[in-house]
């Protein structure tokens, strides 16, 4: 009786297989381990010490690894795989709640000009900018990772050259931009509005770009309209990397804006490196409370954004798609940057390229130690361009 109730599920399991119902474990596929470490603080020391063999980040954190002689620069994030595909991508944006833009427009446009004049002073001025980032992530002092030391100074004028500064959201960048909605649709990330939208839908659903209109529109004319006061603080949220630099640069640069152009982000303690306050002046009235909020990645300010924590951020492309994906109501106002990303290895690892990385990771593989990867969260603009790199290049992605 026994033996034919095994021989009878036997035949109704290759009946299902057969038909496609069940997906038979892969053998002998070659896979790359991915871990997530809650931001890029607890990269370098993991590679240092041998718990990682690489791991990809965000600016300035892709240069620590050269300059302190723990490892190496492997590829940056435009030259990815497939070739050509992420040459020039964007990356970083800024974004506001659908009702911050609605209900409080002239707040809104005001901090958005702050922003552009402050992309502005960044690539008129990119080794002071590049001085103002390190005091903002370590007082202009030293990174240190245990055991690891290296000028913060030092990495972030290494770091700035390969950051592209831009704000101006054309059609070739918002284009751009849906090359993420592609990617995260392949990788099944998105499944909620975004899922089966035309482009010309996707488009109307991430993007509302007049705060950035009527920002150059004062800017060009020389007069920055003066927002109502508000009433209650409003929270900015962003992360600790040289990609939000024009938050770092428009607050501890106050002053140049001020005088210059009539709108500053005037920290409440002057002396602090990383101000958490700052006061909106605008024609020489303060019109808001600014709370400056850090996080460790880009679905965590997205998350900050559901539930109104923050009404606006300086964060990664596709963390906000995935958010707007979900319901989330944040618009992608403008471009903060494009590419400033890269992949780091250790420094004996043998691989000098993608193409022998992934022969690498094909060898540690079939010998069952997996090349181990560190992203710094689920979602990230790192995580999705590390993934569809390792499909397309036919390696699969183990989590942990």
């Known amino acids: 009786m026994i033996k034919r109730l095994i021989i009878a599920l036997a035949v109704m399991l290759t009946a299902l297989l057969i038909a496609g119902c069940i997906t038979p474990s892969p053998s002998g596929e070659n896979s790359v381990s991915v871990i997530y470490t809650k931001g890029t603080g607890p990269m370098p020391t993991l590679l240092a010490t041998d718990q990682i063999d690489g791991y990809i980040a965000w600016q300035p954190f892709v240069e620590v ?23 020039n991508h964007p990356c970083c944006v800024f974004t506001a709640r659908q009702d911050a833009i609605d209900n409080t427009p002239e707040l809104t446009n005001a901090l958005t000009a702050a922003f552009v004049l402050s992309t502005q002073y960044i690539s008129e001025h990119p080794n002071e900018s590049a001085e103002i980032v390190a005091d903002w992530l370590a007082g202009k002092g030293n990174f240190t990772y245990g055991n690891i030391t290296v000028s913060s100074v030092d990495v972030l004028q290494r770091a700035f050259p390969t950051v592209k500064f831009v704000n101006e959201p054309t059609d070739e960048w918002k284009n751009d931009t849906l090359e993420f909605v592609y990617a995260q649709r392949e990788l099944g990330v998105l499944t909620g509005a975004l899922v089966n939208t035309t482009d010309a839908e996707s488009l109307r659903l991430l993007f509302d770009t007049r705060p ?20 209650k603080p409003i929270s900015v949220g962003y992360l600790l ?25 005037k920290p409440r303690d002057l002396t602090a490196s990383r101000p ?13 409370e600014v709370r400056l909020v850090p996080a460790d990645a880009g679905p965590q300010l997205m998350q900050l954004a559901s539930t109104d924590t923050i009404q606006y951020a300086l964060v990664g492309n596709p963390p906000t798609i995935a958010a707007i994906d979900k319901g989330t109501p944040v618009k992608i106002i403008m471009a903060l940057n494009n590419e400033g990303s890269g992949i780091v290895i250790a420094e004996d690892a043998p691989a000098n390229d993608w193409d022998s990385f992934v022969t690498w990771a094909e060898t540690r593989s079939a010998g069952g130690q997996p090349v181990k990867i560190a992203a710094p969260g689920k979602g990230s603009i790192q995580d999705v361009l590390l993934r569809y790199a390792l499909e397309e290049s036919g390696l699969s992605i183990k989590e942990g």
């Open 65 to 87: 690894a050269p300059l302190a002689g723990i490892g190496k620069v492997l590829v940056y994030s435009g030259d990815l795989p497939p070739a050509g595909r992420w040459k």
């Open 276 to 288: 958490d306050i700052a006061d909106l002046i605008v024609n020489g009235v303060t019109v808001a």
């Open 241 to 265: 990397s040289d990609h939000d630099a024009a938050l770092f640069v428009a607050v501890k640069n106050w002053k140049y804006f001020q005088d210059n152009y009539g709108i500053a982000l």
């Open 212 to 231: 950035y209109e009527s920002a150059q529109v004062m800017i060009q004319s020389g007069q920055i309209t003066t927002p109502l006061t508000q009433s």
